[in-house]
């Protein structure tokens, strides 16, 4: 018997959470805008680089989505001076996942 069945025992009438608004949770803590982020690629010091710029939001929001974006790629990068940096030329993946979120997104460059 693990735990859930103990609790279950003891407390019969509780509903638990379902994880389908654990997700929209995710999607609805950044805010989003109705301009597209702007992704471009470019090259420094001959090794190729993702640049989003063009946030509207709280700094903070932007934070938290290269983190995500981050952690979601496996890659390197940075956040400054409001813009994100990704490490490769990443665009289509970048794209599809902000898309995903509900970003408008317009591609530059290459």
Same mark, same amino acid.
């Given at each position: 018997?693990?735990?859930?069945?103990?609790? @279950? $025992?003891?407390?019969?009438?509780?509903?638990?959470?379902?994880?389908?608004?654990? $997700?929209?949770?995710?999607?609805?803590?950044?805010?989003?805008?109705d301009d597209?982020?702007?992704?471009?690629? *470019?090259?420094?010091?001959?090794?190729?680089?993702?640049?989003?710029?063009g946030y509207?939001?709280?700094?903070?929001?932007?934070?938290?989505?290269? @983190?995500?974006?981050?952690?979601?790629?496996? *890659?390197?990068?940075?956040? @400054?001076?409001?813009?994100?940096?990704?490490?490769?030329?990443?665009?289509?993946?970048?794209?599809?996942?902000?898309?995903e979120k509900?970003? $408008?997104?317009?591609?530059?460059?290459?």
């Open positions: 018997m693990d735990l859930k069945d103990q609790l @279950k $025992n003891l407390f019969p009438d509780h509903v638990s959470e379902s994880s389908e608004t654990d $997700n929209s949770d995710e999607q609805s803590d950044i805010w989003l805008q597209p982020i702007i992704c471009k690629y *470019v090259k420094r010091k001959g090794k190729p680089i993702t640049i989003l710029e509207t939001g709280a700094t903070e929001d932007f934070k938290k989505l290269a @983190k995500e974006l981050k952690t979601k790629l496996s *890659v390197g990068g940075s956040f @400054k001076d409001d813009k994100i940096i990704i490490q490769g030329d990443l665009r289509d993946k970048i794209m599809t996942l902000l898309k509900g970003f $408008n997104v317009k591609r530059v460059g290459g």
